[in-house]
């Protein structure tokens, strides 16, 4: 449950945030984990779409007396970041995870849906960044025809409808738990031991670019087992974290 800091609204509403599955499944297997981490990114979205739908309705326009021109453009900006980070994550899945998860569960086409409920949305999401970037704040509306409003109610059910179903779409890997349990523990072994300064450099293991980054940030985020690796995720040679020190 989340703590208001106080008893006005707050960015649980309107959209509801996702319930973290680990918190209803004790199942330790990785499927649980995987769409456990996927329900906190989602709902970093969810609160900040919240965020932009409570507030912008109160920012003065120029029709208003206490009008303020930064505050316009801070908001605009803050919309241009979301839109830039919502798609950011979403590139991110369907260039990377997605292929990951189907190449490691030996099941193409397994993440079809949730890449074609992207398309849903996307045409109000570019739109959305597109308003936030040419707007000047004397020209900004949340109401009204061409409004803000009216761009964000375009798409927000078909995007916030994804985000929950997608939860579902990875609850579902239990029947292919096995192999992706391996980018939580194989995964980071692999890339903690391959020292790519070896013998002057060897490219190995041959993985997109991507894997370190998502494995350091994503699958072994949190994880001190890793303390033990004695390469870092890009394959440099780093001391030791618990040996006897020489004196």
């Not at 803050?78 to 369907?94: A, D, L, N, R, T």
Request: charged share 20%; with cysteine.
């Amino acid at each position: 449950m989340t703590t208001k800091p106080s008893s006005a609204p707050w960015v649980d509403e309107p959209f509801h945030l996702i319930t973290t599955p680990s918190t209803y499944l004790s199942d330790p297997h990785s499927y649980v984990h995987v769409a456990s981490d996927m329900a906190h990114a989602h709902n970093v979205i969810i609160r900040g779409l919240n965020t932009i739908i409570q507030q912008a309705p109160h920012v003065p326009t120029s029709t208003e007396k206490t009008y303020n021109a930064k505050d316009v453009k801070d908001l605009l900006f803050y919309v241009h970041s979301w839109c830039k980070m919502v798609g950011h994550h979403h590139w991110v899945e369907e260039s990377f995870i997605f292929p990951e998860i189907e190449k490691v569960a030996g099941q193409p086409g397994l993440m079809d849906n949730p890449h074609h409920q992207h398309e849903l949305f996307h045409g109000g999401m570019e739109k959305l960044l597109a308003y936030s970037q040419a707007t000047r704040p004397e020209e900004y509306r949340w109401s009204g025809p061409s409004g803000m409003k009216e761009i964000i109610d375009s798409f927000s059910k078909d995007l916030t409808g994804h985000l929950y179903d997608e939860i579902n779409v990875f609850l579902g890997l239990k029947n292919v738990d096995r192999n992706i349990g391996m980018l939580y523990d194989v995964f980071p072994v692999v890339l903690g031991c391959a020292d790519k300064t070896y013998e002057c450099g060897h490219p190995f293991p041959p993985l997109p670019w991507i894997m370190p980054y998502l494995v350091k940030y994503w699958f072994g985020a949190g994880n001190g087992a890793w303390r033990f690796n004695p390469c870092d995720w890009w394959g440099r040679p780093r001391p030791l974290a618990f040996v006897r020190q020489t004196e």
